[in-house]
């Protein structure tokens, strides 16, 4: 993991909990939890498992669309002698031109559902190609994700199939056609395992931890 200038941060346990399709299926809103959301294919699950240390946390498909449910994972982590208890959402990933409309649909009713959680759902890490830059179903993803009270994260995964250049000017357009500052979107590596600090760093300073 990149070097951390707050001390060695250490995942201590990363489990799964559930699956859910719909409110009566979710876990109890007892931890705050940061959500990961993107396009089929962009990579979320391999940031999940690299993230937390763990390599089958989240089940990694060469299919594009495998991922139909919401699944829910509990983590416990430590900076320094802090503790974190948090949950980590993995949403469907979108755009998946082989699933039918019907289907689309209904994974698309299942994101927005999700997306209006409430006070637990905190964080929404919303994950971008680097290469392949926005499409046009991201965008239209985007106006769901505007309309949860949750905070965003832009992260631009598989950063290292782009060189230094490719990768700036890249993210330089991804930030400005989100009209955003280009440092508002972080790069980061699964396969390389570089970034992930940052991610992380993020991550706890946006959610809110109880008291105890």
């Known amino acids: 993991m990149d070097a951390n200038p707050l001390h060695k941060l250490r995942v201590a346990k990363a489990d799964f909990l559930v699956s859910a399709t719909q409110p009566a299926h979710f876990p109890p809103p ?3 939890e940061a959500a990961f959301v993107g396009r089929s294919n962009v990579g979320k699950s391999s940031l999940l498992n690299v993230l937390t240390g763990k390599t089958k946390l989240a ?11 919401i699944n829910f994972f509990e983590v416990e982590l430590y900076s320094g002698l802090k ?4 949950r980590l959402v993995d949403l469907p990933g979108y755009g998946y031109a082989k699933v039918s409309k019907t289907e689309s649909a209904n994974l698309q009713k299942m994101l927005s559902c999700y997306l209006q959680r ?5 964080l929404v ?8 830059g926005l499409t046009a179903v991201d965008m239209q993803i985007l106006e769901l994700l505007e309309e949860s009270s949750a905070r965003l994260l832009l992260v631009a995964t598989k950063t290292d199939k782009l060189s230094k250049t490719q990768r700036k000017v890249q993210l330089e357009h991804i930030a400005r056609s989100l009209e955003l500052p280009s440092e508002a979107v972080f790069a980061v590596s699964a396969k390389e395992k570089w970034g992930l600090w940052p991610v992380w760093e993020h991550i706890l300073q ?5 008291q105890k």
């Open 206 to 210: 946006s959610l809110t931890f109880p």
């Open 83 to 86: 503790k974190y208890d948090l």
């Open 59 to 69: 089940r990694v498909s060469r299919t594009p669309g495998r991922t139909r449910l």
């Open 118 to 122: 409430g006070p637990c759902l905190q």
């Open 125 to 132: 890490v919303w994950l971008i190609d680097a290469k392949v």
């Open 30 to 32: 007892l931890l705050p």
